[in-house]
């Protein structure tokens, strides 16, 4: 899998964007309303919802992957059906709460 920085989306947390580390970030993600969520390099520890194909697919065609993260996370940086997934550089926890 390529390595992928994601980006959370502010006000809709449960929205992010994927972009290839080798790609150039769209100019939408500069608009205040995106913040860095961290590094992904393994699907292992992509956030639930992260789809392999579909984000190679979306590259492909737009250089960049939307989609909808199904995890909920309480205060104690545990999801509420299993442990927080690390994301290189932050945890999906972090990035909700920038």
């Known amino acids: 899998m ?14 992010l964007c994927a972009v ?3 790609h150039e970030v769209p100019r939408f993600i500069a608009e205040r309303a995106w913040s860095f ?4 390099t393994e699907a292992a520890t992509a956030p639930v919802g992260f789809d392999v194909l579909a984000a190679r697919d ?3 065609l737009n ?3 939307l989609f909808q993260s199904f995890s ?3 205060a104690s940086g545990r999801s509420r059906t299993g442990p927080c997934m690390q994301i290189e550089g932050a945890s999906v926890q972090a990035a909700a709460h920038r």
Request: positive net charge; hydrophobic residues 25%; proline residues 3%.
């Open 72 to 74: 909920e996370f309480g």
């Open 2 to 15: 390529r390595a992928y920085n994601l980006f959370r989306h502010r006000d809709k947390q449960h929205l």
């Open 20 to 22: 290839p580390e080798d």
């Open 58 to 60: 979306g590259v492909r």
């Open 63 to 65: 250089g960049f992957y």
């Open 37 to 40: 969520g961290g590094k992904l």
